[in-house]
């Protein structure tokens, strides 16, 4: 009997969503919950990976389980895990739907600050920034739903069978002060670090240290750069997956008004 958890988790404590040895994950964490409430070992398989220290404000997950449970799990399980890891939903499937291929769409956001905040130092990556060009970064930006192969934005593009992404929507986004920033972008995968990369990037131009013909460059597969930079990984937030049988939206609001920040399209 298969379920999908509808979570969301803080990922600055965690090595990333993946069990890994000698680090603490979020896969772990809560396979260990589980486990405790079950009494024998519960495996879980999660809709994707998120590097160290990256943010969900909404995960899926999908575990198996012999009958169907008549406690309330939601409960029991929100009050074992740490206050960083919130669960939303349980949802009972019909067949053995898969929480990771079965994704057809997912969005991320990446939130920039460009002055020294101690609220949103884990929340948003600081860029002590103050002169970028929004309208540059706006258009390579609007570039990104044009191409379909993201070699070029990627860490090992060698160990994947081919490097192309369906990118179904990109935007910037700039606060009236201009002194905070939100990059989204939808797609039905990414490779490794591409969003962070594509940031990296993205933050170059508004700097006026790469153009956008040399950003477009690197789209179109005419150049490689020759050093990637990923952007910090702290402010990158999985924020939806869509299943074409599973549609939720995301319960925490911080993506759309992030204490009352009116979020302004360039």
């Known amino acids: 009997m298969r379920y999908f958890f509808h979570i969301a988790y803080q990922g600055q404590h965690f090595s990333g969503w993946q069990k890994?040895?000698?680090?603490?994950?979020?896969?772990?964490?809560?396979?260990?919950?589980?486990?405790?409430?079950?009494?024998?070992?519960?495996?879980?398989?999660?809709?994707?990976?998120?590097?160290?220290?990256?943010?969900?404000?909404?995960?899926?997950?999908?575990?198996?389980?012999?009958?169907?449970?008549?406690?309330?799990?939601?409960?029991?399980?929100?009050?074992?895990?740490?206050?960083?890891?919130?669960?939303?939903?349980?949802?009972?499937?019909?067949?053995?739907?898969?929480?990771?291929?079965?994704?057809?769409?997912?969005?991320?956001?990446?939130?920039?600050h460009t002055y020294k905040d101690p609220f949103l130092g884990t929340q948003s990556s600081y860029y002590y920034e103050h002169h970028l060009d929004f309208k540059k970064m706006k258009r390579v930006v609007s570039l990104l739903p044009k191409y379909k192969d993201y070699r070029n934005f990627c860490t090992h593009p060698d160990k994947y069978d081919h490097t192309k992404c369906n990118v179904m929507e990109a935007d910037l986004f700039v606060n009236a002060k201009e002194n905070r920033i939100r990059f989204h972008i939808a797609s039905n995968r990414f490779l490794g670090k591409m969003i962070r990369i594509l940031m990296g990037k993205i933050l170059l131009v508004g700097k006026g240290e790469l153009s956008v013909d040399e950003f477009e460059s690197y789209l179109n597969g005419a150049d490689r750069p020759q050093l990637l930079l990923p952007a910090h990984p702290t402010g990158l937030f999985l924020s939806k997956v869509t299943y074409p049988y599973l549609n939720l939206e995301p319960k925490t609001e911080f993506l759309t008004d992030t204490q009352g920040t009116e979020w302004l399209s360039v």
Request: charged share 25%.
């Open 20 to 112: 890994q040895p000698g680090v603490k994950s979020v896969q772990e964490v809560i396979e260990q919950s589980l486990s405790k409430i079950f009494k024998k070992p519960i495996q879980i398989i999660g809709c994707g990976r998120t590097d160290a220290h990256v943010h969900a404000s909404q995960f899926f997950f999908h575990a198996d389980f012999e009958t169907e449970f008549e406690f309330d799990l939601l409960f029991i399980l929100n009050k074992s895990l740490p206050h960083s890891i919130a669960v939303f939903d349980i949802v009972k499937m019909d067949g053995l739907p898969h929480a990771r291929f079965d994704a057809v769409q997912r969005k991320y956001d990446y939130f920039i």
